[in-house]
């Protein structure tokens, strides 16, 4: 029976435990080895004693040499992980996928959510059938004929809005208009790029959009030229016309200010039409004796300025004719100028001796009608309806019922003139208000009665026999009319609801 050494055993003891804590047994072993062994020879001269030792470590090789193998399958088990987490990125990408400025990622397309109509406003809102998406909200197309379109809601002209010119949010550039549905430039400009120019005096464009002039020249009538012929200015690139130009008035780079015109070199704020200005002034060129139709058209001696022409006034064709006194009117005729009333600054006439009212006015297309207890000649049109009286002018209802007008000149020309102490209202050319009691506003012989703020006939004698006092809307003062047919011509009869003669 073999016999161990004690210190064999204590050495193989020692290797047990140092193979089972370190698992680089077989490197401990070598160095271990490498020094010559203190084990005495057996008595049989065989080996020592330690050579089991080895024999009994080399499993411990071959144990841990499958460790090696093991692990190497490993490397393969960790390989497939990454294909596995690869295929994440490409689903992630379209989420990082930006639109273009005012679209809107919808899924994975870009869609225009202010007209999108299934992505209106938010993608996935769906418009109905019978809306369309505008400015983001699904609006009711019925409503709105043609060219008018919903437009956020209310219906736009889309052939003339600037703020939604063809089509609803298509704003028209700064310097254009909407026209037929397309921005346009200005009669004379032409749209070069984005912006308007005048080609006849643009040095960057001049002719034509894009045709620069070169080097110490400028554009002039849409020629390239080295001097500016007067009265024309070299601005900049351009001749420029400094006399009426709001952005070179009286001299280069002086500019007018806003809703001023450059008049002669001078900057002046405009006037409401008909009115102009002349030597600084707002002229009525309609009937101002020194500028008839136009600026320093002086009419002749006895003329009268009429629509802007100087005419030589006469009885039968100056009824509500302009006038500045009563020579302005001619024999027979009287320039009435008290506010209220008829209004002053035109002619009347008395009618034809054994006229009566209604009756036509003689050579004329006026009537006679009953005013102050006599019939004066105007001229006479239909209320409510255009084109009857001349340009300038409106037609006053001069009846308790519509029925009867005359034509007045439109108080929009000259407000104070025309309406004395009363009110223009612009939208209609009529004056308004109430009158004051004591205060000069009522026409000759009517007064105004302070209960009811309202120019009345006064006392009835005021109206003459066969006559009654109709009383008028608004400012107006009241009229005398018939009271029955004796005071008509023969043939005809007085409509007691008009005060006229039919």
Do not use: K, W
């Not at 809601?153 to 700064?174: I, L």
């Not at 058209?297 to 100056?318: E, F, L, Y």
Request: include cysteine; charged fraction near 10%; hydrophobic fraction near 25%.
């Amino acid at each position: 029976m073999f016999n161990a050494h004690p210190r064999t055993l204590a050495v193989v003891l020692l290797l047990a435990g140092i193979s089972a804590c370190t698992p680089r047994g077989i490197g401990v072993l070598s160095d271990f080895d490498s020094g010559p062994s203190d084990a005495p020879a057996t008595a049989d001269g065989g080996p020592s004693t330690d050579t089991p030792v080895v024999a009994m470590d080399t499993p411990v090789v071959a144990m841990d040499v499958p460790v090696a193998p093991t692990d190497t399958p490993v490397a393969p088990v960790d390989n497939p992980p990454p294909p596995i987490d690869m295929p994440p990125p490409p689903v992630d990408v379209p989420m990082m996928m930006t639109c273009p400025t005012g679209l809107a990622l919808c899924g994975a397309f870009c869609r225009d959510t202010a007209t999108d109509e299934s992505n209106c406003g938010a993608c996935g809102t769906r418009c109905t059938s019978t809306q369309v998406c505008s400015v983001g909200r699904c609006m009711d197309v019925s409503g709105c004929s043609a060219p008018r379109m919903n437009c956020g809601g209310s219906c736009t002209d889309t052939s003339s809005d600037n703020a939604n010119c063809g089509a609803c949010g298509t704003a028209c550039p700064a310097g254009t208009a909407c026209s037929a549905g397309r921005c346009v430039c200005p009669v004379g400009a032409t749209l070069c790029g984005s912006a308007c120019v005048n080609t006849a005096s643009d040095g960057a464009n001049c002719g034509s959009c894009g045709r620069a002039c070169g080097g110490g020249q400028v554009c002039n009538g849409g020629t390239c030229i080295s001097t500016c012929p007067a009265p024309n200015q070299m601005c900049g690139s351009s001749c420029t016309n400094v006399l009426n130009d709001i952005g070179n008035c009286g001299r280069c780079n002086f500019r007018c200010g806003a809703g001023q015109l450059c008049t002669a070199g001078t900057c002046v704020t405009p006037c409401a039409p008909p009115r102009v200005v002349c030597g600084g002034t707002c002229t009525d060129v309609t009937r101002d004796l020194t500028h008839c139709g136009r600026c320093n058209n002086r009419c002749a001696t006895g003329q009268v300025c009429s629509a802007g022409a100087c005419i030589t006034p006469t009885v039968t064709g100056m009824a509500g004719g302009p006038c500045v006194r009563d020579s302005d009117c001619g024999a027979g005729g009287a320039c009435l100028t008290s506010g209220g009333g008829f209004m002053g600054g035109y002619c009347i006439f008395g009618c034809p001796s054994g006229a009566a009212a209604g009756d036509p006015c003689a050579g004329d297309t006026g009537l006679c009608i009953p005013n102050g207890g006599q019939l004066i000649c105007m001229r006479d049109c239909t209320p409510g309806t255009l084109g009857q009286c001349r340009t300038g002018y409106i037609c006053l209802d001069v009846s308790t019922d519509g029925s009867i007008g005359i034509c007045y000149p439109n108080c929009n020309v000259n407000p104070t003139a025309i309406c004395g102490a009363y009110q223009c209202v612009s939208s209609t050319g009529e004056c308004s208000g109430a009158c004051t009691a004591g205060a000069s506003t009522c026409s000759a012989g009517s007064s105004c009665n302070a209960s009811t703020s309202r120019c009345e006939c006064g006392p009835s004698t005021n109206c003459g026999a066969g006559y009654q006092c109709y009383p008028r809307s608004g400012a107006r003062s009241a009229f005398c009319g018939c009271t029955s047919s004796a005071v008509c011509s023969s043939g005809r009869s007085c409509d007691t609801s008009t005060g006229t003669c039919i």
